[in-house]
């Protein structure tokens, strides 16, 4: 079991958020996280990655707790990519090379320099080598913060709405982009979404978040039409289509 | 057959081999910097008042010359021109960390009212404590006549002030917006007691803390620069090994936090060292404006965010823009020396100006 996630639970002083949530997966494995607005996908990201600290509740890589691991280790185990994300006026080289901190002692080895290289290559971005962030589209802004991520080395990339701001030919691509890169690297991906359809292609298993709680969590039997309609509060039919599941809203 | 274009040419090219390319320019740029430097001070320690040729100045370097030129060299202009480095590198790091800590582009000493907190502390010690009175010199009818006095209420007013805004802030996790808000209400708080010392005092104490709060490079000998430059030397290798978490900082608060910084940490150290750089320097020489906001943009336009690059150039920026303005209001007006404040405050606002619609423009 590569991620063990046991009974967190997080709340702010008079709302409980995340209510003992429990789930495991293995390397390689894709996990979409689905809900509503304020289901407590995010901090449960936040949560696992030790940006919130949960009042109950113990998360476990390759069976070792990571309470009493510094930042920078913790770093070197699980990468995150959050929603929201700055650009700024450094180069794309520069800001995958930030991935690179929880490694750099000092300065900036021979090692550290080959591995963005090679991140960059990975994800097409050799023509935007030197760009300026802040020039980028968003898919590729968000290509380049994936990048950073990758070149953190970890066990386990989260990401919470990679999607939300992309066009459809972009969703696809950076969805397609973390699969690969997951089974490849054999790590684990986990991905908050709104659009059921995009996890349906993209994920291999599920959660639905309702509340803070875990309402369904499994394989693509769990997108049924009645969990859809328990946690999205619409009705919608589930049909498949060339093989392919599909939510049609009614 | 068609030539490739050579930037299709570059772009295929190894990333690293580009990047290393790319980071060569700007060492290239921080020794040019130096040079500048260089060449403004050997300038510098040829322009005065006191008409010394060069070959004086230069015999007076190797301790042969006489003891007028050994006192104009080595007593007046030797230590105003390191001060007027020294303050500016310090200045402009400081002004650097303080814009990335509190995400703040226009970020500086005086936004969060540690120069407000200064200018109170000044005014006490000239006012209340009497450390100002008329001398019946024409060229400068008022002087501060308890020099240290003042410098010791300076420092610990904007001490005071930077640990109350720490302190206020650390009620909301340090966050930048709770930073500036408590340095706002600070220095309309300072402002208000300074205004309230000034409206008891008698005209020659309110001409002698005015006279204070322009920023004079003059003031300082060799114990002051030797003060500033621990000062400034120690929080410049302090910023330095936290070069890479202002630059994940730089991506967001989340992103930092994931990459293994304590920002809330970072962010009081970085604000800590930099208050007291500037508290430092504001006690010896009073307010000297702009160098902390114009250096560092001016380097982060030039060559981007990377704070391993962008603190020790925004140092050599701040060095080379103070010691000009400083030589500038010295030979401007000879034999009357302008407030190195007053000059700064009139090269920075147009270049920050053109800087900002500049800005505005490529984007």
Known sequence: MNLQVEGLAFNYPCHDVLKGISFSLEKGECLAILGTNGAGKSTLLKCINKILKPQKGEVLIEKNSIKGLSGNDLAKKIAYVSQSNQSSTTTVFDAILIGRRPYIKWDVGKKDLEIVNQTIKTLSLEKFTLKNVDELSGGEFQKVLIGRALAQETDVLMLDEPTSSLDLKNQLEVLELIREIAEKRQITAIVTIHDLNLALRFADKFIMLKDGMIHAAGGREVITEENISVVYEVMVKVKTIDEQTVVVPM | ?363
């Open chain 2, 1 to 363: 057959m068609l030539k490739k274009p050579k930037a299709q040419i570059e772009i295929e090219g190894d990333s690293i081999e580009l990047y290393q390319k790319f980071t060569a320019k700007k060492t290239l740029l921080s020794l040019a910097l130096l040079a500048t430097l260089l060449v403004t001070s050997v300038f510098a320690l040829n322009s005065g008042a006191f008409n010394l040729g060069s070959t004086d100045i230069f015999k007076t370097l190797m301790s042969i010359g006489s003891e007028m030129s050994s006192v104009v060299v080595w007593r007046i202009r030797m230590p105003r021109i390191m001060a007027a480095m020294i303050t500016g590198a310090g200045l402009a790091v400081a002004g650097c960390v303080m814009q990335n800590n509190l995400k703040n582009p226009i970020a500086s000493p005086s936004t969060l009212g540690i120069s407000s907190g200064a200018a109170f502390g000044a005014n006490i010690a000239i006012i209340v404590l009497g450390a100002g009175t008329a001398q019946s010199s024409a060229s400068q009818p008022v002087v501060v006549n308890n020099p240290y006095l003042v410098a010791i209420f300076a420092f610990s007013f904007s001490m005071l002030a930077t640990f109350v805004i720490l302190m206020l802030a650390r009620l909301k996790s340090f966050s930048p917006e709770s930073i500036v808000l408590a340095g706002v209400a600070l220095t309309s708080l300072f402002s208000a007691g300074t205004t309230l010392i000034q409206y008891f005092a008698d005209s020659v104490q309110i001409a002698a803390a005015v006279f204070w709060t322009f920023g004079d490079l003059g003031r300082a000998s060799w114990q002051e620069v030797l003060i500033m430059t621990l000062v400034v030397g120690c929080g410049m290798i302090y910023f330095m090994t936290k070069r890479w978490d202002y630059n994940a900082m730089d991506a967001g608060e989340d992103a930092a936090r994931s990459l293994g910084v304590n920002v809330e940490q970072t962010r009081f150290g970085g604000m800590m060292v930099s208050s007291l750089i500037t508290a430092v320097t504001v006690a010896f020489l009073g307010s000297i404006g702009f160098v902390g906001l114009v250096a560092p943009h001016m380097v982060r336009r030039l060559i981007g965010g990377d704070h391993r690059f962008l603190i020790p150039i925004s140092a050599l920026m701040g060095a080379v823009i103070l010691l000009l303005s400083d030589t500038f209001s010295r030979t401007i007006a000879a034999p009357i020396v302008l407030p190195v404040g007053a000059i700064t405050s009139f090269l920075g606002a147009p270049l920050f100006l053109y800087l900002l619609i500049r800005g505005g423009k490529r984007r």
